[in-house]
């Protein structure tokens, strides 16, 4: 048997580790404190809860297979038409749609570094060649940079918006570079995940640059605002004939019942999003002026999590909180050896964390 040549660099990706993980891997039987994952701390909507219950019923028969529903309620909430949108069995589906419909082996894809891992993750799978730029010195996605590396191979450009890890974000003249330089043929991924926690109003979105005629598609999860990871779901925005390519590559039915209904009953929740927006930004603001105070570089975010550089701490602060069941993500894997991403908690977790490393510090 032989694999394809470009499998061989493959590495899995790393994920956060569970609960149950942590439970097994460490014998800790108090509670397990998880800012390792940027999931909704809230847990979910009572709104999912109640259809999911419902749905236990229905089990035996496959979903509606056009997702209409979703669609239709989706292109409201943009002012879109139901034809601009593709659903994913989270984003990281539509992420790999794109490189199924655009991306031949030996074709080359753009990314920052670093940025969420999954991009060059489906660009080995896929064979395509990818070019990493390192961020700008606030740890911004550098532009110029990636213009500097487009060539007539480039198919797509990946931006996470805000940046996983790092929670930054791009200003109007930072777009405004990239599209001026760009060739129509390219697309631009704006991976908006994290979207719904972007408190400044200066900052563009994506659906600016799709209603204004740019070659992009917009990505949105439920994993995130609305609480929904262990569902997955995801969806992409874009202009009509794009999606229907990413549309026809899709597996059938590739959300499940649950997913789909959930996606749905959630939308409907605007108080629970108001309470995960209103969660993320007050405790950004506490997690990094106490930090902060304790002498530790915290990077300005506009997503659900921080990036902290606890210098030469950084490890024993880490193992010593996994001891006592308060995880915490290591970017070493990311390039930052001396940093920790901390999801986000609700109120009383975010002051657990904070005691707890005022403690390990004496
Ligand atoms: C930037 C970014 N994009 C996409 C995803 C994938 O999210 P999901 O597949 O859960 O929608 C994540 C997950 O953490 C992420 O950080």
Redesign the pocket.
Same mark, same amino acid.
């Given at each position: 048997m032989e694999f394809k040549p470009y499998l061989k660099k493959l590495t899995p990706y790393p994920p956060g580790k569970t609960v149950d993980e942590i439970r097994r891997e460490l014998a800790i039987e108090g509670p397990v404190y998880k800012f390792n %994952? $940027?999931e909704n701390p809230l847990g979910p909507s009572r709104k999912v809860v109640k259809v999911i219950k419902e749905l236990a019923k229905t089990v035996h028969l496959y979903p509606e297979a056009s997702y209409i529903e979703l669609k239709k309620a989706l292109a409201e909430k943009w002012g879109l038409s139901p034809e601009n949108f593709v659903l994913?069995?989270? %984003? $990281?589906?539509v992420?790999e749609l794109v490189f199924k419909a655009l991306v031949n082996p030996g074709d080359e894809v753009l990314v920052s570094q670093p940025?969420?891992l999954?991009y060059e993750k489906f660009a080995q799978i896929y064979g395509a060649k990818v070019k990493t730029v390192p961020l700008d010195k606030d740890l911004k996605h550098h532009i110029p940079g990636l213009l500097k590396k487009l060539s007539r191979k480039t198919k797509v450009i990946f931006l996470?918006h805000p940046?996983?890890p790092t929670g930054s974000v791009l200003g109007p003249k930072d777009w405004g570079l990239l599209f001026k330089n760009l060739p129509e043929n390219v697309l631009v991924v704006i991976?908006e995940?994290?979207g719904e926690f972007i408190e400044n109003p200066e900052v563009p979105i994506g659906i600016e640059f799709l209603q204004n005629g740019f070659n992009v598609l917009v990505?949105r999860?439920?994993?995130?605002a609305y609480g929904l990871?262990g569902l997955?779901?995801?969806y992409g925005m874009a202009e009509k004939n794009l999606v229907k390519v990413l549309d026809a590559l899709r597996q059938p039915f590739n959300l499940n019942l649950f997913a789909y209904k959930a996606g749905l009953a959630v939308l409907n929740d605007q108080a629970y999003l108001k309470k995960s927006q209103k969660v993320v930004k007050e405790g950004r603001k506490y997690l990094t002026y106490e930090l902060s105070a304790l002498g530790f570089k915290v990077y300005p975010s506009e997503a659900n999590f921080i990036m902290v550089d606890f210098g030469k701490f950084c490890e024993t602060i880490y193992q010593s909180l996994l001891k006592k069941g308060l995880l915490l993500r290591p970017l070493k894997p990311y390039g930052f050896p001396n940093a920790l991403r901390i999801t986000i908690g609700l109120p009383e977790q975010n002051k657990i964390l904070v005691e707890a490393i005022k403690d390990l510090l004496g």
């Open positions: %994952s $940027n994913g069995n989270g %984003s $990281n589906e992420i940025s969420f999954m996470d940046n996983n991976d995940a994290y990505l999860t439920f994993s995130k990871a997955r779901l995801g």
